[in-house]
């Protein structure tokens, strides 16, 4: 049997379970990419912070772009795995 029309028939046998699966993989991802994008931020401040003798500074404006773009990414994820738990309800 080859491998895709296997992983389709366990599918179907499973609809539930691949979704949750699914689910907990961008669940994962999502949170991950939210943290490492906090990590970043707060590392870039305290740079920032030793350099200038102030906690005051800004970020440059790329890299509030990138933060926002990754934090915004890890959302979008995080609502996915929301929207496939949710389905995965319904099987």
Same mark, same amino acid.
Not at 50 to 71: C, Q, V
């Given at each position: 049997?080859?491998?895709?029309?296997?992983?389709?028939?366990?599918?179907?046998?499973? !609809?539930?379970?691949?979704?949750?699966?699914? !689910?907990?993989?961008?669940?994962?991802?999502?949170?991950?990419?939210?943290?490492?994008?906090? &990590?970043?931020?707060?590392? !870039?401040?305290?740079?920032?912070? %030793?350099?200038?003798?102030?906690?005051?500074?800004? &970020?440059?404006?790329? %890299?509030?772009?990138? %933060?926002?773009?990754?934090?915004?990414?890890?959302?979008?994820?995080?609502?996915? !795995?929301?929207?496939?738990?949710?389905?995965?309800?319904?099987?």
């Amino acid at each position: 049997m080859p491998l895709f029309q296997a992983a389709w028939v366990f599918y179907l046998n499973n !609809a539930a379970l691949v979704l949750n699966s699914l !689910a907990l993989f961008y669940g994962l991802c999502g949170s991950w990419l939210i943290l490492a994008t906090q &990590l970043r931020t707060l590392r !870039a401040r305290r740079l920032l912070s %030793s350099d200038a003798g102030t906690l005051e500074e800004e &970020l440059p404006l790329a %890299s509030r772009k990138t %933060s926002r773009l990754f934090s915004l990414v890890g959302c979008l994820c995080l609502g996915l !795995a929301l929207l496939l738990s949710v389905a995965s309800a319904q099987f």
